[in-house]
């Protein structure tokens, strides 16, 4: 299981600094996580202002896409940490 975040990013990056692993990623238009680098720690879910960041279990049926998305966009898109 994985954190995904859905729409509506502000791409203020309050979710990177929380996470113990590198498992955002970044485009012009949004942040998203590598399911296969979140440890499922919730930590980021509580720090995002907008409240788009959900654990995979708890997507609403109308955000389940959103859970591809983060999947494919992370395969292409570089990583951020909190240092940049
Ligand atoms: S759930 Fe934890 S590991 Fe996964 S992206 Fe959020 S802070 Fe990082
Ligand atoms: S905290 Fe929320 S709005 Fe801010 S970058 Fe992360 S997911 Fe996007």
Redesign the pocket.
């Given at each position: 299981m994985a954190s995904v975040?859905t729409k509506?990013?502000?791409?203020?990056?309050?979710?990177?600094e929380p996470c113990p692993v590198d498992a955002f990623h970044e485009d012009a238009d949004?942040?998203v996580i590598n399911p296969e680098t979140c440890i499922d720690c919730g930590a980021?879910i509580p720090?995002?202002?907008?409240g788009?960041?959900y654990a995979e279990e708890d997507l609403p049926d109308n955000l389940k896409n959103f859970k591809d998305i983060n999947l494919e966009k992370s395969k292409t898109l570089p990583i951020i940490s909190e240092n940049n």
């Open positions: 975040i509506g990013c502000t791409k203020c990056k309050k979710c990177v949004t942040l980021c720090a995002c202002p907008v788009i960041i």
